[in-house]
């Protein structure tokens, strides 16, 4: 069982649009998918619940319940937790022991970085982070990317401690998708593409993490 935690102490920044899609493109590759939703707005669950009928559906559980481990079960392939808004790291110690990975989303603004760097720096301190154990990557979100400010703002990070893996466009379609308990992996237009292309570089760290 793999298990991929998408956190940030900062909220707003697409995090639960991250978890939702990587457990979409899993359970289309045939994997056996568990989406955990320890925030309290439950936006997680409600998408695998619209997505229930289909082939590819994602098991949800429900993150803030205690025990919630055990009901994930035993032939789950991947794991992704959708970790809780705002949460700092020293309060996701549970979702860390257990991680394969973490995926920390940021969005182009000096707000969001600077009010990113204390989370990160905490994150540093757990200690599987400290012992380079558990791979922790920053992923660029809705970015404009023929805008100074998005791409000033990805030059900063390609300076921070942790890889910069992936840049994500700005795109409605995400939120239209959402709404629908579907991904950008469901389709396969010529739009579609160029947008799953950009997941590619954080497909193939996880893969490696």
Known sequence: MKTVLVASSKGGVGKTTIATQLAAQSALAGK????????????????????????????????????????????????????????????????????????????????????????????SKHPRVHRGKLPVALVGNRLKPHTNASRQAMEMLESWPYPLVAQLRDSQAYVVLTGLGRSLFDYHSQQVRDHQGDWQPLLKWLKRA
């Open 32 to 123: 056996r998918t568990v989406l955990v939703d320890a925030d309290p707005q439950h936006s997680s669950i409600r998408w695998a619940e619209r997505r229930a009928g289909l082939d590819s559906a994602v098991l949800p559980v429900d993150g803030t319940r205690r025990n919630w481990q055990k009901q994930v079960p035993d032939d789950a392939q991947n794991v992704v937790i959708d970790a809780p808004a705002g949460a700092m790291a020293e309060h996701l110690a549970s979702f860390l022991d257990m991680a394969d990975a973490v995926v920390v989303p940021l969005q182009p603004s000096a707000l969001d970085l600077e009010a990113t760097v204390p989370f990160l720096e905490a994150l």
